[in-house]
């Protein structure tokens, strides 16, 4: 990044040297779970209904005016210091319209990214107390990522659409095909978000400040009793522990979240910095905007879908080898699955084979027994 540089008219002093991606593509750095994402949820049946109808009726201007009412706006007179964040993040991935920011009042550390014709970033009273300078860099520009990628329209209508499940929770079928909608948008969110920490590395360029920043959401601003590479184990632990019921509850516990587990986060994070594609970007190499018109889905998808392939394939998680094995046509189903389950599914002993035991002696003895969690 250059020493001193105008951009959407103000002089902009960075506070060091940053490398500066000119003309750069969201492309560059969205995940491939993301794009494949929102391709399922532009699939998934009505969403184009929903979505065009919403454009049109959700109150963006009220939404504006709400936090231009209550809530502080970022500039040179008011959290100065973000406002130089803000800017140093959007000259650094070349977004030429610098999106208003507001702080507002909230303990729970939190940003978003909103708004349907112009993007709007939100940063709470929380996260600005709880993360140091660099921290709070690499989330403006993950919000700057959000706002480059277009996520902002997503994001909006899966914030009115979660609320509108909970006023219409009474009408059965109309709740039903709200809350289809409304897993699909989480689903594509949680991974989009994979691809906003990416650009929040490539504005902070400093990947302990992000790694911490993780940390200190998950466990608190208790830096000195938190260790990266501990974290970073427990991500791995996450990944590859227990048996089938837990890779069963992994996604059921996920399902509700908007967001993905922080040591996922992490972990992801850290694979990609570590990687070609990350260098190469450093080094200048990566996809421009105006490329983006020649860009054929069908290569996104296959990207999309190489990615998975690759990620099951390599997955730690008992139902990812499962279907890896089962897919190469090792074993038996009913076999394998009762072995990723830890026996769990035929947990009564077995009746003893001979002639002093008759063929339904034990009919109803071999159940599974009651989970006591």
Not at 17 to 27: D, V
Not at 176 to 195: D, H, N, P, Y
Not at 294 to 306: H, I, M
Request: aromatic share 6%.
């Amino acid at each position: 990044m250059s020493d001193g540089h105008e951009h959407n008219g103000h002089e902009h002093v960075p506070s060091r040297q940053r490398r500066r991606f000119p003309g750069i593509s969201s492309r560059t750095y969205e995940h491939p779970a993301d794009r494949s994402a929102l391709v399922a949820l532009r699939k998934l049946s009505g969403f184009d209904t929903v979505f065009k109808a919403l454009s049109g009726l959700l109150p963006e201007r009220s939404l504006r005016l709400l936090f231009l009412s209550d809530s502080v706006r970022v500039s040179d007179q008011q959290f100065a210091h973000l406002n130089v964040m803000l800017r140093d993040a959007c000259y650094i991935l070349d977004l030429e319209k610098v999106p208003p920011m507001y702080v507002n009042q909230d303990p729970q550390p939190n940003a978003m990214c909103i708004g349907l014709d112009e993007p709007i970033i939100v940063v709470t009273t929380g996260l600005v107390e709880l993360l140091d300078e660099e921290e709070m860099r690499a989330v403006v520009g993950h919000e700057v990522g959000h706002a480059l990628s277009g996520h902002s329209v997503y994001r909006t209508i899966l914030l009115f659409l979660t609320s509108l499940a909970v006023r219409v929770a009474w009408i059965p079928l109309g709740n039903l095909a709200i809350m289809a909608i409304v897993t699909g948008l989480r689903e594509w969110f949680r991974k989009s978000e994979l691809s906003a920490d990416r650009a929040g590395l490539l504005v902070g360029q400093d990947l302990q400040a992000s790694m911490r920043g993780l940390m200190k959401i998950a466990g608190g601003n208790h830096l000195h009793e938190m260790n990266v590479d501990a974290f970073l184990a427990q991500a791995e632990e996450y990944e590859a522990g227990g048996d089938l019921r837990d890779s069963v509850l992994k996604i059921l516990n996920v399902l509700p979240r908007s967001h993905p587990f922080t040591t996922v986060r992490a972990a992801e994070l850290k694979k990609w910095a570590e990687s070609r594609d990350y260098q190469r970007i450093m080094d200048g190499h990566y996809p421009r905007r105006d490329e983006d018109k020649d860009t054929s889905v069908r290569d996104s998808w296959r990207e999309s879908a190489n990615h998975y392939s690759t990620h099951v394939k390599s997955s730690k998680d008992p139902l990812m080898k499962l279907v890896t094995d089962l897919a190469g046509g090792a074993g038996d189903l009913g076999d394998r699955v009762r072995r990723g389950f830890g026996g769990f599914t035929n947990a009564s002993p077995k009746p003893p084979q001979g002639p002093e035991t008759g063929p339904s002696d034990s009919a109803g003895d071999d159940q599974p027994p009651r989970d006591a969690s």
